[in-house]
Nanobody, 122 residues
Framework: QVQLVESGGGLVQAGGSLRLSCAAS????????MGWYRQVPGKQRELVAS?????????ADPVKGRFTISRDNAKNTLYLYLQMNNLKPDDTAVYYC??????????????WGQGTLVTVSS
């Protein structure tokens, strides 16, 4: 099993920056791709950025050039980051971390973090 815990959300003015963190624990050796998603009330959750096990990255068009996704292996924890620069009010949402894992066991599994709120004021 894999567990995810997010941190780093908060209130920031437009043009400011925030860095979100997601700490993955448990069977981190089984993690394949990871990603950040966001959701606002009344809308579907949408992909913000993703990173593969080989560190290939993908970004949604609205955040290209402003957000950077990265991952870092520590001893027993895998960290996923989202550096968000030049934030806009439209970036206001609850941000979720997701991990896909289990291919080594011939299974397709996924786990989500609890979400962290990012509010960008104009």
């Amino acid at each position: 099993q894999v567990q995810l815990v997010e941190s780093g959300g908060g209130l920031v003015q437009a043009g400011g920056s925030l860095r979100l963190s997601c700490a993955a624990s448990g069977s981190i050796f089984s993690i394949d791709a990871m990603g950040w998603y966001r959701q606002v009330p009344g809308k579907q959750r949408e992909l913000v950025a993703s990173i593969s096990s080989g560190d290939s990255t993908n970004y949604a068009d609205p955040v290209k050039g402003r957000f950077t996704i990265s991952r870092d292996n520590a001893k027993n924890t895998l960290y996923l980051y989202l550096q968000m620069n030049n934030l806009k009010p439209d970036d206001t949402a609850v941000y979720y971390c997701k991990a896909e894992y289990g291919r080594i066991w011939a299974r397709n599994l996924e786990v989500w973090g609890q979400g962290t709120l990012v509010t960008v004021s104009s």
